[in-house]
């Protein structure tokens, strides 16, 4: 089994910035690929950002230049700095990691969410 925690979400002002993590623990041999979604009032959810087990790193149009994400494959954390926050990225932000176990299983797993809200 594989937890993942997040923490960092909160309310700040527009022009603001946040940054959000997600840690893994549990029965983990590798994390490939890991992603932040978004899914805000009333809308579907998106996503964000993502970065490969090597580095490579793809945003969407909407933060490109604003939101930067990174890993720490040493503490199977994943980040999101979101920074020059605008009103229309207030959401519930989910990580998404993709875990091979020790067993060698792959598998999805998602966040509990965390709330962002930027006022105007």
């Known amino acids: 089994q594989v937890q993942l925690v997040e923490s960092g979400g909160g309310l700040v002002q527009a022009g603001g910035s946040l940054r959000l993590s997600c840690a893994a623990s549990g029965s983990i041999r590798s994390i490939n690929a890991m992603a932040w979604y978004r899914q805000g009032p009333g809308k579907q959810r998106e996503l964000v950002a993502q970065?490969?087990?090597?580095?490579?790193?793809n945003y969407a149009d909407s933060v490109k230049g604003r939101f930067t994400i990174s890993r720490d494959n040493a503490k199977n954390t994943v980040y999101l700095q979101m920074n020059s926050l605008k009103p229309e990225d207030t959401a519930v932000y989910y990580c998404n990691l993709h875990v091979t176990s020790r067993i060698y299983v792959s598998n999805s797993y998602w966040g509990q969410g965390t709330q962002v809200t930027v006022s105007s």
């Open positions: 970065i490969t087990r090597g580095g490579s790193t």
